[in-house]
T-cell receptor, first 111, second 113 residues
Framework: GQSLEQPSEVTAVEGAIVQINCTYQTSGFYGLSWYQQHDGGAPTFLSY????GLEETGRFSSFLSRSDSYGYLLLQELQMKDSASYFC????????????FGSGTRLQVQP | DADVTQTPRNRITKTGKRIMLECSQTKGHDRMYWYRQDPGLGLRLIYY???????NKGEISDGYSVSRQAQAKFSLSLESAIPNQTALYFC????????????FGDGTRLSIL
């Protein structure tokens, strides 16, 4: 079967580092993406990993281990504006390539 | 102007009505998607299209239909709306490569009474 799991909520303080984990079980896997969504807003793309390792984009980094079916999003130097929901999404090939989104992790950054 | 535009932004309607949600894009992307979002369930794929002649069902296509009128336009229809189709609907587009991000519209909030 297929599954995609991430924590429902995470709380951290301004200036800290937080890691949001994502584990998946799926066939036809080709990559892991992360999206951010502020309340009332549209999802926006953060990062994509197709190969094992770490991808860094400013304060955000994303990691993938294909052998462990695991990835994470790392947010450094947290700011209040980082309070949002974060979704991991697995890319699956089933004759066509499409994304399957996780249920999302709501990050609350406190002063 | 937004790259991905959804209309209407909000809609309240009654059970049994036919509803069309429209999406247009100026990004020149071939790939377009329709998702619904329910609280606590993330985004679920309804239908997607890789070009004008290519339509594919997603994980929750029952009760929905789509039309790809042109490269830039992809509409979602609810033939006979029911209350459990009340949700936030997003249209998205993407380029051809696997690493191309999906670009989302601002969403349509649909309530079915």
């Amino acid at each position: 079967g297929q599954s995609l799991e991430q924590p429902s909520e995470v709380t951290a303080v301004e200036g800290a580092i937080v890691q949001i984990n994502c584990t998946y079980q799926t066939s036809g896997f080709y990559g892991l993406s992360w999206y951010q969504q502020h309340d009332g807003g549209a999802p926006t793309f953060l990062s994509y990993n197709a190969l094992d390792g770490l991808e860094e984009t400013g304060r955000f980094s994303s990691f993938l281990s294909r052998s462990d079916s695991y990835g994470y999003l790392l947010l450094q130097e947290l700011q209040m504006k980082d309070s949002a929901s974060y979704f991991c999404a697995v890319g699956r090939y089933t004759g066509r390539r499409a994304l399957t989104f996780g249920s999302g992790t709501r990050l609350q950054v406190q002063p | 102007d937004a790259d991905v535009t959804q209309t209407p932004r909000n809609r309240i309607t009654k059970t049994g009505k036919r509803i069309m949600l429209e999406c247009s894009q100026t990004k020149g992307h071939d790939r377009m998607y329709w998702y619904r979002q329910d609280p606590g369930l993330g985004l679920r794929l309804i239908y997607y299209s890789f070009d004008v002649k290519d339509i594919n069902k997603g994980e929750i296509s029952d009760g929905y239909s789509v039309s790809r009128q042109a490269q830039a336009k992809f509409s979602l229809s609810l033939e006979s709306a029911i209350p459990n189709q009340t949700a936030l609907y997003f249209c998205a587009t993407s380029g051809y490569s696997n690493n191309q991000p999906q670009h989302f519209g601002d969403g349509t909030r649909l309530s079915i009474l």
